[in-house]
Nanobody, 115 residues
């Protein structure tokens, strides 16, 4: 299985930006899809953005136009650029990889947006 490690979370004011990084323990060029999920207190985990091995992207309506997902297969990394952050973006953000019948999750990184 592939191990995932997130970084880049933190505290930011509304309107600010953060860039999350996800480092994979092995090559990701064969991984079907990688993505970012988030879970706010008392809420279910939800998909934020995903990117396929072919570069196709998908975003939750709540983040369209503000967040950008990208992947660097040479560095085995996936990124989430978050701009125009809102307090409702506050959550733990998790990196996810789907390959074949397997799934891997990172440990999560906290993003807090103050108003």
């Amino acid at each position: 299985q592939v191990q995932l490690v997130e970084s880049g979370g933190g505290l930011v004011q509304a309107g600010g930006s953060l860039r999350l990084s996800c480092a994979a323990s092995r090559g990701i060029f064969t991984i079907n899809a990688m993505g970012w999920y988030r879970q706010a207190p008392g809420k279910q985990r939800e998909l934020v953005a995903a990117i396929t091995s072919g570069g196709r992207t998908n975003y939750a309506d709540a983040v369209k136009g503000r967040f950008t997902i990208s992947r660097d297969n040479d560095r085995n990394m996936v990124f989430l650029q978050m701009d125009s952050l809102k307090p409702e973006d506050t959550a733990v953000y998790y990196c996810h990889a789907a390959y074949g019948v397997f799934n891997s999750w990172g440990q999560g990184t906290q993003v807090t947006v103050s108003s």
